[in-house]
């Protein structure tokens, strides 16, 4: 699998990030669906042999045990400079004060926990899971600085937010001479293309790389739409339970087209969708989970897969605008 750059960084990546939130334990946490150690070891491992080499966590990924599965399965395959990780911070993980957000004081626990789960010195990517209106942006942005001049993580990056939230964290660390962002993992799909407006043209000016979240639209378009998917997350991913439900009319019509570009094809309908937007010149490389081999195997062909200008306009000519959603 190709290698790309984080935007205009010097990091590294694989073409292909694979989303580690499908792992941890189903008793910890809201993800009861997720797989754990033993499940996850042979697609981690899978992942790892097509060429993966970038992994994305969370702390609050099933109450921390996502990391500490990261970590020991990374731990396995590879000497630690060939992987990159990324994890997040934002998310209540503790119920006592400052167990949330992204004041210093949470950001300065939430790392060093990160990092123990994650069985590293290190991470390559810190995130900020979502914007917090609460704390003054100033405060979380020389938190982050100081994380990074503390050699706790290479680089930063921010998860779904307004672009204009965006810009004005991007400014206060100009303005201070503090560590930027250099990545932004948001929601992007041929479901929800609002990012399209104005943050993925921001990242583009300034040299941001974009690593979207739910480029297969929580399995939307791997099926006929309508058609039910399989396994408990269906039942329990409340999250995921409240997307796509604007213009169920045009989703069907998109999804439709999905398929008939991929029975011409000859391939997954995944493949279409992945394609479509490893394919987007604002995209860095998609975050893709997998439960199963067939799904990893899917996002490595995925990468090799180029659509023709009239593909890509019969996915995208449905499309209605909608409110953003996922914040």
């Given amino acids: 699998m190709k290698t790309v750059r984080l935007g205009n960084s010097g990091l590294e990546i694989s073409a292909v990030v694979l989303g580690m939130m499908s792992y941890g334990d189903p008793a910890k946490g809201s993800h009861e669906w997720s797989v754990g150690l033993d499940e996850a070891r042979p697609l981690v491992r899978r992942a790892y ?40 911070v934002h998310g209540r993980m503790r119920g006592a004060r400052n167990g949330a957000g992204l004041s210093r004081a949470a950001i300065m626990h939430e790392i060093d926990a990160s990092l123990t789960r994650l ?58 001479g503090w560590t930027r962002f250099v990545s932004m993992q948001d929601q992007y799909n041929l479901l929800e293309r609002e990012e399209e407006r104005e943050m993925h043209p921001f990242c583009q000016a300034t040299g941001v790389g974009v690593i979207p979240w739910s480029p297969l639209a929580r399995g939307n378009l791997t099926r006929p739409w309508g058609a039910a998917g399989s396994g408990t997350r269906q039942d329990t991913d409340q999250f995921g339970k409240g997307l796509y439900k604007q213009d169920e009319d045009a989703n069907r019509a998109i999804v439709d087209a999905v398929a008939a570009v991929a029975d011409e094809r000859g391939v997954p309908m995944a493949q279409i969708a992945l394609a479509w937007s490893a394919g987007k010149s604002a995209v860095t490389a998609p975050i893709v989970g997998a439960t199963k081999e067939r799904h990893v195997d899917d996002a490595a062909a995925a990468v090799g897969l180029d659509l023709t200008e009239s593909e890509v306009r019969r996915l995208e000519e449905s499309y209605t605008p909608r409110y953003p959603s996922g914040f």
């Fill in 119 to 176: 069985r590293t010195d290190y991470v390559d990517l810190y995130q900020i899971h979502r914007y917090d209106p609460v704390t003054p942006v100033e405060e979380t942005m020389e938190a982050l600085h100081d994380v990074v001049k503390a050699g706790k993580a290479r680089y930063i990056g921010a998860s779904s937010m307004w672009a204009w939230q965006f810009a004005r964290m991007q400014h206060v660390a100009e303005l201070h």
């Fill in 49 to 88: 042999e097509a060429g993966i080499t970038t992994f994305d966590t969370a702390n609050v990924y099933s109450a921390g045990s996502s990391e500490e599965i990261t970590g020991t399965l990374l731990k396995e395959l590879a000497p630690r400079e060939e992987v990159q990780i990324a994890t997040k």
